[in-house]
């Protein structure tokens, strides 16, 4: 059966590196190296400055594109960094989109952290948020952010693959410590109506679209495909994927207080997204990805 990340055109080191010296011949002498494949794109370092992010599915050009129009605005009014479009590529003889080329964000994408460094950057996350989420709507929308057109918290569209992943990671023997907890909230979970709260969101906000500093902190925001006006509850998934459930409290200090439903589906797009990063990285035969969304879960699930 055909992944959800499966790709519809991969890219090598060496054909980016043609397409990118062809069309900017002022990176020359260019230095690459692939940093990562994601569900949506294939993403090169290069010359240790910018980071290219090319599609491997059509789907993911308008999300780039979005990218392109509203990450600029952002980078004006947040705190943290963020990645800022600064090369526009165009579809080739051999590769058929538009690409695009960023200032690197530094730092790493984290895999297993201690319990102190994700505490740590519990109020940096929050006042990022805070930020993110007081962006006036009416101009996301001018900008071509969409609104929500995946139902990402809808639990009566979602619980049915949510168990069906659940079997998946039982059968590859990946839940070897939160197999009954996670079972136990699939069994007990009911849908919740999602109220029409709008706010521009992330919308893939986890442990692999964040970075961190040399001392374990976080540091910066990145892959923002996803982007769209919706529920902040998709973005405040991460304070149950992320956090400990002992410094949440430290986060809703700084962020706001929010109700008991945003809650909940704040942890349902926790759980469901670190079961699939578990899934994809198993896939990919990535230990650290694997250990980093057992983590993810077992954090969720408290």
Known sequence: MTEIWSAERSLTPEE??????????????????????GFDNTVFMVNKQYVFRFPRRKVAVELLETERKLLPQLVRML??????????????????????????????????????????????????????HSFP???????????????RLSIEKRKCRLEENIEKAIQGNLLPEQQNAIME?????????????KMLVHGDLHFRN???????????????????????????????SFLPSDSRDQFFDVYGQIDEETQQLAQFKGIYTSLLLLLYGADKKN???VAGAQESLALALS
């Open 210 to 240: 964040v970075v961190i500093d040399a001392e374990g902190l976080i540091s910066g925001v990145i892959d923002w495909g996803d982007t769209h006006i919706g529920h902040p509850a998709v973005d405040l998934s991460i304070v149950y």
């Open 287 to 289: 230990d650290e990805l």
């Open 79 to 132: 705190k943290m960094p963020i990645p800022e479009p600064v090369f526009l590529g165009m579809p080739t003889t051999n590769y058929p989109w538009t690409f695009t080329g960023y200032k690197s964000v530094k730092g790493i994408t984290p895999g297993v952290l201690t319990i102190e460094h994700r505490k740590q950057s519990a109020g940096a996350l929050a006042e990022f948020l805070k930020s993110l």
């Open 185 to 197: 909230y699939a069994n007990s979970l009911e849908d919740i109506k999602v109220s029409p709260i």
């Open 16 to 37: 980016a590196e043609g397409i990118i010296s062809m069309q900017f011949p002022q990176l020359a002498p260019l230095n690459i190296n692939i940093l990562g494949e």
């Open 137 to 151: 709507v009416d101009q996301a929308h001018r900008l071509g952010v969409p609104f929500d057109e995946y139902y």
